[in-house]
């Protein structure tokens, strides 16, 4: 190997490399977008439970009716929240599953561009 195969072989392995962080980064892109959805929705159900808890106050005719209402949407949202948690355990698991994917995926190539190389 001469020193232009050789600079052909770093180029080639540079450009590759490029394309795999480039790869890399549009998969965390992609994550982070569900991820930051998923917590506007964690958001909006608290916001919509404080919203509910305020009406409860203006609106409850005594303290039995605040209380039980209370005791209501509290549950409702203990149910609503062990429902989210269930849905960002799947997400977090797929996550896992799409970046273990990704490193296979890769160092296989990279294993395969290192044979080439060394047998030349």
Do not use: C, I, P
């Not at 929705?41 to 209402?69: C, V």
């Not at 269930?86 to 698991?93: I, L, V, Y």
């Amino acid at each position: 190997m001469n020193t232009t195969d050789s600079l052909k072989t770093v180029n080639e392995w540079t450009n590759k490399n490029v394309e795999r962080m480039t790869s890399f980064g549009e998969l965390n892109v992609r994550l982070f977008e569900k991820l930051a959805a998923r917590q506007m929705d964690a958001m909006n159900l608290y916001m919509d439970h404080s919203m509910r808890l305020m009406k409860l106050a203006t609106e409850s005719k005594g303290y039995n009716d605040l209380f039980k209402g209370q005791v209501e949407a509290t549950k409702e949202l203990s149910e609503r929240v062990m429902a989210e948690s269930k849905a960002g355990m799947q997400f977090f698991g797929e996550a896992r599953d799409d970046y273990r994917v990704w490193v296979e995926k890769n160092l296989s190539e990279v294993s395969e561009d290192l044979r080439k190389s060394v047998a030349v």
